[in-house]
């Protein structure tokens, strides 16, 4: 019922510390053996994920560590895809929108896209665009 109001896919199994904020939830998913700090905040679209697994291996690791850890402080903007029970994102951290990761970040560690690149600039005079 949830998941139908906010657009929000939380497993029960997940792990989530105090003061945790999801801001424009839509999209968010969050794995079963995912382990949040505390004061983490999230932004629309973020995937806190498995890797996939070969078929036969599925049930096998069924009660293994399949989603990522993340520490305290930390804030992932939109879109970001975090996956993999080995992955850590360390305290203090920022992950950049439409950043997919798959493997630890250290404390206080910046992760980003490269900045966007013009691909066109109109130089035609602004009454003309009108």
């Not at 806190?48 to 291996?57: N, R, T, V």
């Not at 939109?78 to 080995?86: F, S």
């Not at 250290?106 to 066109?120: D, S």
């Amino acid at each position: 019922y949830a998941h139908s109001v906010t657009g929000i896919d939380i497993h029960p199994g997940a792990t989530i510390g105090s003061s945790f904020f999801i801001d424009h939830g839509t999209g968010v998913v969050i794995g079963e053996t995912t382990e949040i700090g505390e004061r983490v905040r999230l932004y629309q679209g973020v995937t806190l994920g498995a890797l996939s697994l070969p078929k036969d291996e599925v049930e096998q690791l069924r009660h293994e560590k399949r989603h990522p850890t993340i520490e305290d402080d930390v804030t992932i903007y939109a879109g970001a895809t975090i996956l993999g029970g080995e992955t850590v994102i360390g305290r203090n951290s920022v992950i950049g929108g439409s950043v997919w990761i798959t493997s630890s970040v250290p404390p206080g560690t910046k992760v980003f896209l490269a900045p966007p690149k013009l691909v066109y600039k109109n130089t035609a005079p602004e009454s003309d665009m009108r």
